[in-house]
């Protein structure tokens, strides 16, 4: 994204700071992407930091070099800020006397805990120089524009890295009650008291961004879109059902499966007392999970419509549970999932393939973007000696995937650049 900016303003662009995950400099050379790297020579100065996605002391450089760059603006000049998913761990500037590992320590608990990242990015607001706005404030009266890639679903502009430069809504009651919450309150840093007393009787109040403009320039929707042209121009009518798929991996890869089922039923008629029986199980789960933008009954009126072959669209980011010591990634874990669920009874005269993807082009710690997987997977891993609920068990989803067929249903991009979350593709074609 900094590549592309420096492009694009050339002799504009008068100086810049970027605060990167370690070693993805290398990652991306290793990988042949030059044309997202800098230039030699280039105007932006690169840091690299927060490992494993923590805050370290390296980020904490970049953030005291972005604050200090944003400080000396003037009335006459633009900044211009990249802001995507990572940027939480990538911009930590606590508010003194909070400590990096204070701050550190608490954010580790709140997650270990369960927080999401609503939660947690509002107790990391109320810590930080820069978050929630701060950025935006250190910068006035400059203007600024912010382009940001969204990887929080529903896509909140002041959730999305803290929101850098999204004045914050919070209170410090918020604060209190998600300490509370979490059974943190009692065990805070003195620190962490005496930031959070001080900013509400912050005689200042909340910070203002008038002088900013937001904009969302990547997101789940956008990479949906782009996906269901490039299915339409191969020829399936392709529908996107949700950009918002959220909920424990089980129940999503059942929904999957049931949405297989009825689609299946629809494309290849007569409809059996035991498909109508799923579909309202279908609609019953689909309430359960709360999926805002579904649009399951125009993706089942247009399957019918079809009658040729279909490509259903999801997106989103399903929670994993960690039970076993295993290796995988959500996507890899959703897929095989969704592949046991296919292979529990015969699905008529359909042929069906559930592709899971990290649009970023890496699944958890692995080097996979994902996998595909096919109804007859769970008897063709059996035939090769592999238990599917066994791998499953130890959430050993890409092991799995290694052994079977000799690798052949990882899907392999490569680091993308960009973090929209996970895709979802299912495709559906009579026989
Ligand atoms: N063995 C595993 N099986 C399934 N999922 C796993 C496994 N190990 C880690 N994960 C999942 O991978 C994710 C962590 O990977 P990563 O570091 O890429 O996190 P992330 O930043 O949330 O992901 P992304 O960058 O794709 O948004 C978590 O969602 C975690 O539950
Ligand atoms: O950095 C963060 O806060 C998360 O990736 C969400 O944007």
């Not at 978050?131 to 935006?136: D, F, I, Q, S």
């Not at 910068?139 to 004045?167: F, H, K, M, N, R």
């Amino acid at each position: 994204m900094a590549a592309a900016a420096e492009e694009l303003l050339g002799q504009h662009l008068v100086q810049g700071v970027i605060s990167v995950p370690k070693g993805i400099r290398a990652a991306m050379e290793h990988a042949g992407k030059q044309e997202m790297l800098l230039k030699p020579h280039s105007r932006v100065q690169v840091f690299e930091g927060a490992e494993d996605n923590l805050p370290d002391r390296d980020a904490l450089r970049a953030a005291v070099a972005i604050r200090q760059l944003a400080e000396g603006l003037t009335a006459d000049d633009l900044l211009l800020v990249l802001i995507s998913g990572g940027g939480s761990a990538l911009l930590p500037a606590p508010i003194p006397p909070v400590t990096l590992e204070e701050k550190q320590t608490l954010t580790k608990l709140l997650a270990a805990r369960g927080a999401n990242i609503q939660e947690l990015n509002t107790i990391r607001k109320a810590l930080s120089q820069l978050k929630g706005g701060g950025l935006a404030q250190a910068a006035y009266p400059a203007q600024v524009v912010s382009l940001i890639l969204s990887d929080v679903v529903g896509d909140p502009v002041e959730v999305i890295a803290s929101g850098p430069t999204v004045a914050s809504v919070h209170s410090v009651q918020d604060c209190l009650h998600i300490l509370n919450h979490y059974g943190l309150r009692a065990a805070l840093p003195r620190s962490v008291k005496t930031v959070l007393a001080q900013s509400d009787s912050d005689p200042h109040g909340p910070h203002s961004c008038g002088h900013v403009l937001n904009v969302i320039i990547g997101s789940n929707a956008l990479a949906l879109a782009e996906a269901q042209r490039q299915a339409e121009a191969l020829g399936y009518r392709a529908v996107v059902l949700s950009a918002a798929i959220q909920g424990d991996v089980k129940s999503v890869a059942r929904f999957y499966g049931l949405l297989t089922r009825v689609a299946g039923a629809h494309l290849t008629p007569p409809v059996t007392r035991a498909s109508v029986e799923e579909e309202a199980q279908l609609w019953e789960l689909a309430a359960e999970l709360h999926l805002p933008d579904l649009q399951l009954k125009e993706a089942l009126e247009a399957v019918v419509e079809a009658g040729g072959p279909v490509c259903l669209l999801a997106g989103g980011e399903p929670t994993v549970q960690l039970q076993g010591s295993g290796k995988g990634g959500r996507n890899q874990e959703l897929a095989l999932r969704v592949g046991a669920e296919l292979g529990q009874r015969p699905l008529g005269p359909l042929e069906v393939l559930f592709l899971s993807g990290g649009t970023d082009g890496q699944d958890g710690p692995t080097e996979a973007a994902g996998a595909w997987v096919v109804p007859e997977l769970a008897s063709q891993a059996a035939a090769e000696g592999l238990d599917v609920a066994a791998f499953l068990s130890r959430n050993d989803s890409h092991t799995f995937f290694r052994c079977f067929r000799g690798g052949a249903h990882l899907l392999h991009t490569g680091l993308t650049g960009t973090n929209v979350m996970d895709a979802h593709l299912l495709f559906l074609r009579p026989r």
